[in-house]
């Protein structure tokens, strides 16, 4: 049964995440965002097989939910070129770490095209500005490599992945969509549902297993196109419920529209490129906001706690002056 | 583990533990039969109930209703599928109670987590809640549960009890976990700083590959714990049920070979493990006697996944031919194939066939070009009769073979039948069918375990009734005897070059036309 399950991100993982992290919340969507957007680019210049790719987003979701995201010391990027590496590395397709090095280099340099958004003029291409030099080669590879390790020890070494695009098509077949040429859209379609879903902060594939997910996409492939679906509860047939569907295909839906107005809502997304440590930090401190643990902005360390009780001292303090 | 030395010794306590053991099975069974009964008889009488309740109230059950939160429901066009719904949410209270909601908050108990449905509408999205929404309506879904993920835990919850083996592959110990007092082998990766690509793929394939398994065959991966430093990740075990023996070193040790019924059993569960692999298109490419475990209860299971993979069907293209240790080497992977399938499994199978019988490795050779000396002898010189297609792998073209013609063709053939007299001739069968020299003759897992060897007498042994052994690796290091190790990565593949076989069946004319027949006990 591997194929069709996934281990699931428990409903205290969710909540921990949305409710103690560090981070406000259109941040982290921003992060994991751009995250998932950078493994798939990459993905694409090194000719690995979506599969690959996929399962690579699947497994930076996994790890972000257990490992919050300014909670180690790694670049967003650095992680998604680990995990984009491991998952090559067990699969039949592997990539050397000099390729995963270039390649990450050149999206991340002014020179790429990465999420920049339309309005801005076309990027010039200047090599240099990707030239990777023998010692950040060493550098960046010694990361990615501690990266992969810390992944690992995160997922208890869990890599196991099963997506739904291969289910898709089975369902499709069943539902004897796949028969005639002309119906080829609807799959195409369904796929590209699949493949979206995996960029959604709402991490569609942490929370519903690949039969779900499937059928979350044929419906709406099926309402895009404007195929004509039985009209009993089909999805039942495929052991979904009514009420996941719905929130699927919401989800799945919502994508597009969320990431136009995060693009223009969140600052560091305005100049297109991938999201930095330093400009999350730069966006906090903007904010008033100060992160965890002192590390990142050098102030000192002070619980949540001990800090609340200091404010209601000093408030106490100042209303007793005052009477 | 002080019992188990005294499972060696049959003692008066051990008689008296057993009876009392017994007498508390036959309780429990009794207990067990009488609930039963009254659940059988419970059932009925619901049934009857609801029987009538049927047949008084004629109006049919409620109808499914849906459940969904439209609040988040940011694309209009998407409600389609509750616009009924919709509707009935509107007259909610003529339609008598309202609709059961999944739980999507970590726990109702603990109260202010219904906050966490905010953000993300619903992420108990089959969390094992698996039928509050279906309860209602008729229909019963599927629900698929594949746990959780999280950290590692930390190898200091183990204490080691004693080294078992240290191989080419790593460190295996037996250890006590602490919380549980149960007993498992830790067995470390080995880990080479210097490797420039970070963690070694085989390991990591290893560990994919034994959490995805579930078999009683095959051995159990309860989880992978790390060392305490965990800013550095160095020291990675997979703690694995710890299993008394493997079959080598009982079959280096016991003065008896096994008895054909023992045979047979130890076959079948390799086999239905294997078949289990194969059918889930893992091959295992280093099935040796070594890797074999055997526990006091008789159970075998297939251990040491350091050289498995999984493969598809076309099989990928390049495989690497350097698998499975030189002894039970399939002939195409010696002759450097690199597109091969389940049958090198199958072949090693066969070969530890042999060796459960004699209990020596079947074909011992010194090196590749040997091992292949050692097979044609066994199995007979190949010929485009008996494997049509072997000429074209890498290394055959360069072979001299010695002339197969009509004359000759009897003394260039198998002698699996002669060297195992004692064997049955579905027993041969079976054997030379799984050492045939062409792949796809050699039946698959699924088909050796309804082979007709296994259903003649006698009939395999029950489990249970398997004789116990000291257990080595419970209390001493083994004594071991030298075998080749699986090839290790990265090795180069050996280019048999222009090998002169001819000479193998030089003195064979002559034994055989001695008496035709072999009398040897082996």
């Given at each position: 049964m591997s194929h069709m399950t996934n281990p699931l991100a428990t409903p205290d993982q969710l909540y921990q995440r949305r409710s103690?992290?560090?981070?406000p919340t259109e941040l982290q969507d921003a992060i994991f965002f751009s995250a998932q957007c950078l493994t798939q680019a990459a993905g694409v210049l090194l000719h690995l097989p979506q599969s690959t790719t996929a399962q690579a987003n699947v497994l930076l979701a996994r790890y972000w939910l257990v490992?919050?995201?300014?909670?180690?010391?790694?670049e967003f990027s650095d992680m998604s070129a680990a995990t984009l590496y491991l998952t090559a590395k067990i699969s039949p397709t592997p990539r050397s770490p000099r390729d995963v090095t270039n390649v990450y280099t050149y999206l991340l340099?002014?020179?790429?095209?990465?999420?920049?958004?339309?309005?801005?003029?076309r990027a010039p291409n200047i090599p240099k500005t990707y030239y990777l030099s023998q010692a950040s080669y060493q550098a960046f590879h010694a990361r990615l490599l501690a990266a992969e390790a810390h992944i690992l020890y995160t997922l208890s070494f869990n890599t196991h992945v099963a997506l739904p695009h291969a289910v898709c098509i089975t369902y499709l077949q069943a539902l004897d969509?796949?028969?005639?040429?002309?119906?080829e859209p609807l799959a195409k379609r369904a796929l590209a549902h699949l493949n979206t879903a995996l960029l959604s902060p709402q991490m569609l594939y942490l929370t519903s297993q690949p039969n779900a997910l499937a059928v979350a996409a044929i419906y709406s492939a099926a309402r895009d196109v404007g195929a004509k679906m039985p009209?009993?509860?089909?999805w039942e047939v495929f052991d979904v419920d009514r009420e996941e569907l719905g929130f699927l295909v919401v989800g799945m839906r919502s994508v597009l529209g969320w990431a136009r107005k995060m693009r223009v809502d969140v600052?560091?997304?305005?100049?297109?490129?991938m999201l930095r440590r330093a400009d999350v930090e730069g966006e906090m401190r903007r904010r008033g906001l100060f992160l965890g643990n002192?590390?990142?902005?050098?102030?000192e360390e002070e619980d949540p706690e001990a800090e609340m009780a200091r404010k209601m001292d000093e408030k106490m303090a100042e209303m007793e002056a005052r009477g | 583990m002080a019992s188990k030395g005294s499972r060696w010794a049959y003692q008066e306590e051990d008689a008296a533990l057993e009876a009392q053991l017994k007498k508390e099975k036959e309780e429990k069974k009794r207990q067990k039969a009488e609930k039963a009964r009254k659940l059988e008889a419970e059932r009925k009488k619901q049934q009857q109930q609801q029987q009538q309740a049927h047949d008084t109230a004629a109006a049919p059950p409620p109808p499914s209703r849906p459940a969904a939160?439209?609040?988040?429901?940011?694309?209009?066009?998407?409600s389609e599928p509750y616009r009924g719904g919709q509707r009935d949410d509107g007259n909610d209270g003529a339609h008598g109670p309202p609709v059961k909601r999944r739980r999507i908050s970590p726990d109702r108990d603990t109260a202010p987590t219904a906050a966490a449905a905010a953000p993300t509408p619903n992420p108990a999205g089959g969390v094992g809640v698996s039928d509050s929404t279906s309860s209602s309506s008729s229909s019963k879904l599927l629900r698929f549960e594949g746990g959780a993920f999280g950290r590692c835990h930390s190898v200091e919850n183990y204490d080691k009890l004693n080294d078992i083996e240290e191989g080419a592959y790593g460190w295996v110990a037996r250890a006590q976990?602490?919380?549980?007092g149960k007993v498992v082998a830790l067995k470390r990766l080995k880990i080479?700083?210097?490797?420039?690509?970070?963690?070694p793929v085989t390991g990591l394939r290893e560990i994919q590959i034994l959490k995805d398994c579930d078999h009683r065959n095959v051995v159990k991966l309860q989880e992978v714990v790390v060392g305490?430093?965990?800013?550095?990740?160095?020291s990675i075990f997979l703690v694995l049920d710890f299993v008394e023996h493997d079959l080598k070193s009982i079959l280096e040790d016991m003065p008896e070979p096994f008895l054909a019924s023992e045979v047979k059993t130890l076959l079948l569960q390799l086999a239905s493990g294997v078949a289990y692999l194969h059918t889930n298109w893992?091959?295992?490419r280093d099935l040796k006697t070594s890797n074999l475990l055997l526990n006091n209860r008789g159970q075998l299971k297939i251990a040491d996944f350091g050289m498995a993979r999984y493969v598809g069907d076309p099989p990928?293209?390049?495989?690497?031919?350097?698998?499975?240790?030189l002894w039970y080497r399939a002939p195409e992977l010696l002759l450097g194939?690199?597109?091969?399938?389940?049958a090198i499994d199958m072949w090693s199978v066969g070969c530890i066939f042999g060796e459960l019988l004699t209990?020596?490795?079947?074909l011992q050779g010194k090196n590749e070009v040997d091992e292949l000396t050692h097979i044609f002898s066994l199995c007979g010189i190949p010929t485009d009769d008996s494997?049509?297609?072997?000429?074209?792998?890498?290394?055959?073209?360069a072979l001299r073979l010695p002339h197969t013609s009509a004359a000759t063709g009897a003394a260039t053939g198998s002698v699996i039948r002669a060297k195992f007299p004692l064997l049955t001739a579905a027993g041969v069968a079976l054997l030379n069918g799984l050492l045939a020299?062409?792949?796809?003759?050699r039946p698959s897992a699924r088909d050796m375990l309804d082979h007709e060897y296994f259903r003649q007498d006698p009939k395999p042994k029950q489990e249970a009734m398997f004789p116990t052994f000291p257990s080595k690796a419970g209390q001493e290091r083994r004594r071991r005897r030298t075998t080749p190790n699986a090839p290790a990565r990265g090795q180069q593949a050996v280019?048999?070059?222009?090998?002169?076989?001819?000479?193998?069946?030089?003195?064979r004319d002559r034994e055989e036309r001695g008496g035709g027949f072999s009398l040897r006990m082996v």
């Open positions: 103690f992290s560090a981070l490992e919050p995201f300014m909670s180690d010391d790694y340099s002014p020179s790429s095209p990465f999420l920049r958004p339309s309005s801005l003029p969509f796949l028969a005639q040429q002309r119906k009209e009993c509860e089909w600052p560091g997304m305005k100049d297109g490129g002192g590390r990142a902005v050098g102030g | 939160n439209h609040d988040d429901n940011d694309d209009a066009g998407v976990e602490a919380a549980t080479d700083p210097k490797d420039r690509s970070g963690l305490d430093d965990t800013s550095k990740i160095d893992i091959l295992h990928p293209a390049k495989l690497t031919q350097l698998v499975v240790t194939a690199t597109r091969y399938s389940t209990r020596e490795p079947l494997w049509p297609s072997f000429r074209r792998l890498p290394n055959a073209r020299l062409d792949p796809d003759r280019d048999l070059g222009a090998v002169d076989f001819s000479g193998i069946f030089s003195g």
